[in-house]
């Protein structure tokens, strides 16, 4: 089995945890499942102890996740309900969140009032990080995997069914369903370990894959007629402008996948998306194959991310920073293919 992370490090997370009185878990924003798996694990940790813990996100639970929320554990910030709580919270657990910022509104309340904070994801972070306790492993396929590493090494009976049903949603969709070229044993293994205590895997596969809602089919067959192509076929991207989303009814969850969708095609190596936003910015979203790192154009961006996904948001109108962000896109391509 690989061992991405010290058995002493974990032992440090279970320290500061039973240390603590009230705790409080959070992820970035437009959370995914690794996010929001890793957190449903780790409560159901805390819940074996009488601690005071609280998931507060600063996103609501996406629809196709609510299978996740069974306990009714997730709750979406807002300053009335929890800035106090929050205040008095003694520790924060941090999960998947690639930049601290990316927690938005409970960013915020976490360093304005001083919060001990541990980190735990497979994203970089910057050396100057504000967290008490740092726990990166860039090797693991998702942050689901370091939990489950914690768990196991912090806990002397096996994990529940509702733990193990974080963590697979979390290995599942970091790795596109066990497909992409982060899948390693220890995925398989937790599989086999989530099969065992009788986790009915196919029904999480349909709540997260088989649910599109019809609008998102639309914008999908719009996006997919104009898809342009740069350095041979190496780059893909494709633009969402807000008349498309509108005009297709669409939301912008419903979004989620296009990127992966539009790398799938033959000869591309990296996808790139650019989401026109209503705010007046845009979203950028980067996924690769492999051959090329995508995060750093994300950086570049002022974003953040992994080698093989990767996101920014820019500020401006899709027709106002298109042209950069591609131009971007091809140049760091080229750079590494001038490396080789
Ligand atoms: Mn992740």
């Not at 070229?181 to 895997?201: F, M, R, W």
């Not at 633009?239 to 990127?259: E, P, R």
């Not at 002022?302 to 091809?330: D, Q, T």
Request: hydrophobic share 40%; charged share 20%.
């Amino acid at each position: 089995m690989i061992e991405g992370n010290t058995k002493m490090e974990w032992e440090e997370v279970g320290k500061k945890i039973s240390g603590a009185k009230r705790i409080l878990i959070s992820t970035h924003e437009n959370p995914d499942g690794d996010g929001l798996g890793s957190e449903l694990a780790m409560a159901q940790y805390l819940k074996r102890s009488s601690v005071d813990f609280k998931i507060i996100n600063t996103s609501p639970l996406p629809q196709e996740y609510l299978f996740l929320d069974k306990d009714g554990l997730f709750e979406t910030y807002n300053k009335e309900d929890h800035s106090a709580w929050i205040k008095s919270a003694d520790l924060a657990i941090i999960f998947d969140v690639g930049n601290f910022v990316r927690c938005r509104k409970v960013f915020e309340e976490i360093t304005e009032n001083n919060i001990d904070t541990i980190n735990i994801d497979h994203h970089p972070h910057p050396e100057n990080h504000p967290f008490t306790l740092n726990i990166v492993d860039l090797n693991a396929a998702a942050t689901g995997c370091m939990v489950f590493d914690f768990l196991k090494h912090n806990m002397s009976v096996p994990l529940n069914k509702q733990m193990l049903i974080g963590i697979y949603t979390a290995v599942m969709t970091d790795t596109g369903c066990f497909r992409h070229s982060n899948t390693d044993e220890k995925c398989h293994l937790i599989a086999i370990e989530t099969l065992n205590v009788g986790v009915d895997t196919n029904a999480i596969y349909q709540r997260v894959y088989e649910n599109s809602t019809k609008t998102r089919i639309a914008l999908l067959g719009r996006i997919l007629t104009d898809i342009h192509y740069e350095l041979d076929g190496t780059l893909a991207w494709f633009q969402i402008t807000k008349k498309m989303l509108i005009d297709a009814k669409a939301t912008k969850s419903d979004v989620d996948g296009f990127t992966d969708f539009v790398r799938s095609i033959n000869g591309v190596q990296v996808a790139l998306m650019i989401f026109e936003q209503l705010d007046g910015t845009c979203r950028i979203n980067l996924r690769g194959k492999g051959k090329y790192s995508v995060n750093g154009i994300a950086n570049t961006l002022g974003g953040g991310g992994h080698r093989l996904a990767a996101g920014a948001i820019v500020n401006g109108s899709l027709p106002h920073v298109k042209e950069n962000v591609i131009n971007m896109a091809i140049q760091s391509i080229q750079e590494e293919q001038s490396l080789v």
